[in-house]
């Protein structure tokens, strides 16, 4: 399919959607309350500027390339291991003012290949740490980085048989402390110097001094498992369909991510549906945050919260005085007024994908153990099939999944439907696409 011209007549300040794991909602919601403090704002006002200038350094589309690793071969388990993970840790993120991370892209180069032990830090860090405390954050990062894309990349490979991005063992190239004390991860596809893709990690609001320390909420996105698996499937979402990020196929987009961090860590803590919280994001949100200004005006310390609920979308948090979790949970609810730009969460890409999240909460409780086994695989799968475009709807999407469903069988026993008889995988899962408002026909089932 040829380009759009509007694609083509792009101007050179225009950004580009990138895969941010913090809808920017949060960040314009805090610069412009009245209820939050001055430097919070401050604060705020710079995350929207760092993930503008990341936008735009990733306009230049086309780039993707992955270095193929030249002895490759599927048959030799060795050989089916990421080449390697690289990470970079930029230098000054935490040390001085940043104007624009590129500049400070390359300073230090830190890689660990499979199999060494320790790991080794190819180009030591150089630079003076007035804290020691940040100094140990510092490389925290580093090493939380590391082991979460080596267990995502496991999950990949374990739960679906597929090897990194693109299945031939691509190196997972990662960036840590991007930005200056920025609060949140992102997925570039391409644009940053020679990586063409990469994982960038902020560093969150723990370490910094500027702030009051009630106001700190998101501690290291590289520490984060859910985030880490969430950016990696953004990457191999990427790789398998393109899904346009805008709109309806970008919140598909957020929602294939969305499911897959949430079974990574699922998987890698050995919870079962039932067993789950269905949260997402609740490991990098501080305590800090029940203090600010009240959540629903009181204090519970035992409450849990998080960025998303897959369980119940929309409840996730609620600040007062603030706003909170906007997700829609039902079609009847769905956004479909949002104009196709970086405040409005291009299109509503983190708000819609409350929808298929849901859907795929209702199935994998249907089908009750562990997500991954069926529900997980019948959702990597359907990525696969043929009938995957680039702007796939959410009806489209339930068909697919439902007719992949077709061919596989629980190997425990199903509930029974209205007229007795034990329901099949399929069927559930039409009934949890339904109940969400997502309605295909029955024929489905038979076609
Ligand atoms: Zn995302």
Redesign the pocket.
């Known amino acids: 399919m040829s380009k759009s011209s509007d694609e083509t007549e792009d101007t050179s300040d225009d950004a580009q959607p990138l ?3 913090v809808p920017s909602k949060l960040f314009i919601d805090l610069k412009q309350s009245s209820q939050t403090r001055e430097t919070t704002k401050t604060v705020a006002a710079r995350v929207l500027d760092q993930m503008d200038d990341a936008a735009k350094k990733n306009k230049s589309q086309g780039l993707w390339n992955i270095p193929a690793r030249e002895d490759y071969d599927p048959d030799n388990s060795e050989c089916r291991k990421p080449f390697r993970i690289l990470i970079q840790a930029i230098q000054t993120g935490l040390l001085g003012d940043l104007a624009d991370p590129a500049n400070n892209f390359q300073k230090s180069f830190y890689s660990r290949e499979e199999g060494e032990e320790p790991w080794s830090i190819r180009e030591p860090l150089t630079g003076d740490f007035e804290d020691v405390a940040i100094a140990k954050s510092y490389h925290d990062a580093v090493d939380k980085c590391y082991d979460n894309l080596g267990i995502a990349h496991e999950f990949f490979l374990k739960c679906f048989n597929h090897n990194s991005i693109d299945d031939k063992g691509a190196p997972l190239i990662a960036v840590v402390h991007y930005g200056f004390s920025f609060p949140c991860a992102f997925y570039a596809p391409s644009g940053f110097d020679e990586w063409q893709y990469a994982f960038c990690f902020g560093d969150g609001w723990d370490q910094l001094s500027d702030m009051d320390s009630e106001s700190k909420f998101f501690g290291n996105f590289a520490g984060s498992l859910e985030c880490v698996a ?2 990696m499937m ?1 990457a191999i979402t990427h790789y398998l369909v393109n899904l346009e990020y805008s709109g309806e196929s970008g919140a598909l ?2 929602h294939i ?2 499911t897959f961090g949430m079974m990574a860590e699922q998987w890698h803590k050995g919870h079962t549906v039932k067993q789950s919280d269905w949260l997402i994001g609740e490991d990098i949100l501080l305590p800090e945050i029940r203090s600010y200004v009240g959540i629903d005006g009181v204090t519970d310390p035992e409450k849990s919260y998080a960025m998303k609920s897959m369980k119940a979308p929309g409840t996730a948090y609620n600040i007062k005085g603030l706003g909170g979790d906007n997700q829609v949970c039902y079609m009847k609810d769905y956004k479909y007024d949002l104009p196709i730009d970086k405040n409005h969460d291009w299109g509503g890409v983190h708000i819609n994908s409350g929808i298929p999240n849901h859907a795929f909460y209702q199935f994998a409780n249907f089908l009750g153990g562990n997500s991954w086994d069926l529900a997980g695989k019948i959702w990597f799968e359907s990525l696969k099939s043929e009938e995957m475009y680039s702007k796939c709807r959410f009806l489209d999407w339930a068909r697919i999944t439902i007719k992949t469903a077709k061919s596989y069988k629980s190997l425990t026993p199903l509930s029974l439907d209205e007229n007795g008889k034990e329901n099949t995988v399929a069927s559930l899962l039409r009934t949890a696409w339904k109940i969400v408002g997502i309605n295909t026909p029955i024929s489905i089932l038979n076609d």
């Open positions: 895969c941010f794991f969430h950016e953004h987009n957020e991510s969305d």
